[in-house]
């Protein structure tokens, strides 16, 4: 079990450019979240997706935020136009019954 | 200007000590907490769950209570190693099966 994936593991980009963070959750897991993780606010859910369809994304900052989930093994996580204050860690998880699996996130610096 | 984060609870062991990390959760309703361990560089990694309907769970070296009555969860680390050095989050999960995550507690343990 390969865990879940994310890429890519650093981004570095100006402001105003598209962004575009990617999950491959556990095979199997029919539950996927997007968290954000910054030392102001620690870990805050964004969005979760459960078979494939978004639950809630009331935690989603802005309308420049967009999550997809095309199909149960990929996750897109989309910043378009990115700004500074974006600059966080982003974390994918998957789950199936109880615990959540996180990736390695991708840490994510807007200049 | 400066920059205001979170000011993360610390706590310094001597390596062999036992540790004991605290955290308060916000919603009574709650039915699932979890303990998560993060490393630099990591994603959380699942240390050990509890139900609501326990109050205590044993897994190897560590220890999880529960006292619902005043919305209280511990961690007790036995024999603590360099290798338990770490951040430590509590989560628990909501009616809306979301898992929300507390601020975190860095453990240094000391050779």
């Known amino acids: 079990d390969a865990g879940v994936i994310q890429s890519p593991r650093h981004e570095v980009t100006e402001m105003g450019q598209e962004v575009t963070l990617r999950c491959k959750p556990i095979?199997?897991?029919?539950?996927l979240f997007w968290y954000r993780q910054t030392m102001m606010r620690g870990l805050e859910l964004l969005i979760y997706?459960?078979?494939?369809?978004?639950?809630?994304d009331s935690g989603m900052p802005e309308d420049r935020f967009s999550a997809k989930m095309p199909n149960a093994s990929f996750s897109t996580l989309k910043i378009q136009p990115s700004e500074p204050r974006d600059s966080a860690v982003y974390f994918c998880?998957?789950?199936?019954?109880?615990?959540?699996?996180f990736g390695n996130g991708t840490r994510l610096t807007v200049t | 200007g400066e920059s205001v984060g979170l000011h993360l609870p610390t706590l310094s062991v001597q390596e062999g000590d036992n540790s004991i990390i605290n955290c308060a959760y916000s919603?009574?309703?709650?039915?699932?907490f979890i303990w998560y361990k993060q490393e630099s560089g990591k994603g959380p990694q699942f240390i050990i769950d509890?139900?609501?309907?326990?109050d205590k769970r044993q897994g190897q070296r560590v220890t999880v209570l529960l006292n619902k009555t005043v919305k209280h969860l511990s961690l007790q680390i036995a024999a603590t190693q360099p290798g338990d050095s770490a951040v430590y989050f509590c989560?628990?999960?909501?009616?809306?099966?979301?898992?929300?995550f507390g601020t975190g507690t860095s453990l240094t343990v000391i050779p």
């Open positions: 998880a998957s789950r199936e019954g109880t615990s959540l699996h």
């Open positions: 095979s199997g897991h029919n539950s």
């Open positions: 997706f459960n078979n494939n369809v978004p639950i809630d």
């Open positions: 919603n009574s309703a709650s039915d699932y």
């Open positions: 509890i139900r609501s309907n326990m």
């Open positions: 989560a628990e999960r909501n009616t809306g099966n979301q898992f929300y």
